[in-house]
């Protein structure tokens, strides 16, 4: 069924529904703190919990542990589904 939203309860609060969405994520590891901006997600009407799926989790990590591994002590990103063509082409020589 393609076009068809797969909503679900909230697991939090029990009440609202999810529709798709984009959030803001921030995440924490010792002294950096990384924040991305426009992620895909499952968003509750209620609460505003967030879900994400398990490609987009791969991703929204990946971005962070770059942030980490590079000393940033606070990193603001825009979300995108894969690097782009010249950082690939970096890691490609």
Not at 59 to 73: F, I, M, N, T, Y
Request: charged share 25%; aromatic share 4%.
């Amino acid at each position: 069924m393609q076009g068809a939203e797969n909503t679900m309860t909230c697991t939090i609060c029990k009440h609202g529904e999810t529709g798709r969405g984009k959030v803001t994520v921030m995440l924490q590891r010792r002294r950096s703190t990384v924040i991305i901006k426009g992620v895909p997600g499952d968003i509750c009407g209620n609460c505003g919990e967030y879900y994400l799926g398990a490609a987009v989790t791969d991703r929204v990590l990946a971005l962070a542990q770059e942030a980490v591994a590079k000393g940033a002590e606070v990193e603001i990103l825009r979300y995108t589904a894969r690097p782009p063509r010249r950082a690939l082409a970096a890691v490609e020589k």
